[in-house]
């Protein structure tokens, strides 16, 4: 079992969701979050002269799936979430010990 | 005279316009600092309706309106509202029951200290502000209010026009808030880190309050219910709608029009006017709403870029240099066509009335400053002005008053 935890921009959320969807991914865990990468923040106006945020606003997915549906969850995260310019974000995958499902006991597997 | 009901109408209506202006202030104010001091700013104008509602009570209106002590103070006649009843008063607006006007300057003292208190957020020490603030009250604006509006008072009597407070509340205000700045010194950070205003939406709503409440404050302060309201009342929004527009075109110039300085624009059309709302015709308010913006805006810049000074919330700057502005403005637009009452400036040729809106400006001016250096050095060394690291840090919402803007998970 792997985890996958991608950082995507807000507006691609509903791209990424559909697409994960249709390759029957529904269990996902969204959170807003700030950052910084390459694309190194923006530029926004005081009442007189500028400032500068350099931790964007970004979305974190995360979802854990079996080791062989790794590959195309990346693909449909990175077909969707890609715009080409600096600040599409990152994906990164971990080993998953244990899950367990809360309402029933489920462990692994049959958890996911 | 007999009470005249409706003037009293509307002067009772202006005094409760005027009181939603400290709490919209608030707001305004609280819109623009970190997440972690939104409470502690909202304070620091909301406990004013506390403090101030009482001290003016008890002996505030009797020193600034009672027998006139030699052109600087009243006296104790009114002391605990005594002798101010139900009857007009013989020399203040004389066609509403005192106890009307007695309220309604009640709410002018409350929003003047309300004012300053924007310049020092995000550092300062409640309960030492909440004492400076009571000295403040007693020792600054008492006497200011004497001087120009207080029958006696020796600015009153050279000739010195301030229709609804660019002296009395605005230039004292803001020149005070100034040297507290001194005082105090930057916020930790400043200016390295960006300190993001953490709402805007409520800054704009505390602005449309305040724009609201203006017009109790300027149209109000004829103290009758007739033509002289209403041209007040069309300054007002005149130069509101001047200024507003020029600050958004600015902000336009140097990259986007941003919402918050279009409201930023508002209020310094409206402080800015204050003082000439009834003396000017309404076209006359277009070039002052225009000159408050570019003279208010550039005066940012300066004091915060160039200079460094941590006005935090630009009090001086819009406040204090409109109030300037303004009241020199009366010098030159005020035409007698507009108030019988009032006095011809340049425009109609009558350069002594700028001579005499000068030595307002300096006079009140000079005062405010030095007598804040005064008063603020005092609770400086027995109270302390400023919280500690920690307390700052942390945020003044918590390690002032305990509490938290936003809290919990369940929203």
Redesign the interface.
Known sequence: MKKVEAIIREERLEAVKKALEEKSYYGMTVSEVSGRGKQKGIT??????????DLLPKLKIELVVLDEDVLPVIDAIMMNARTGDTGDGKIFIMPVETVVRVRTGDRNEAAI | MPVNTGDTAWLLISAALVMLMTPGLALFYGGMVRRKNILSTIMMSFACLGLVGLLWVLYGYSLAFGTDHGGVIGGFNFLGLMNVGQEPSAVYATTVPQLAYMIYQAMFAIIAVALFTGAIVERVKFGAILVFSALWLTIVYIPITHWVWGSGGWLAKLGLLDFAGGTVIHINAGVSALALVILLGRRRGFPQDSMEPNNIPMVVLGAALLWFGWFGFNAGSALTADGLASSAFVVTNTAAAAAAFTWMMISWVHKRPTILGTVTGAIAGLATVTPAAGYITPLAAIPIGVAATIVCYYSMLFFKTKLGFDDSLDVFAVHGVGGILGTLSVGIFATLSVNSAGADGLLAGNAMQLFKQLIGVVSVGGFAFFATLGIGKLVDKTIGLRVGQVEETVGLDISQHGERAYGGFLR
Request: aromatic share 20%; net charge positive; hydrophobic share 40%.
């Open positions: 926004l106006q005081w009442r007189v002269g500028e400032y500068r945020v």
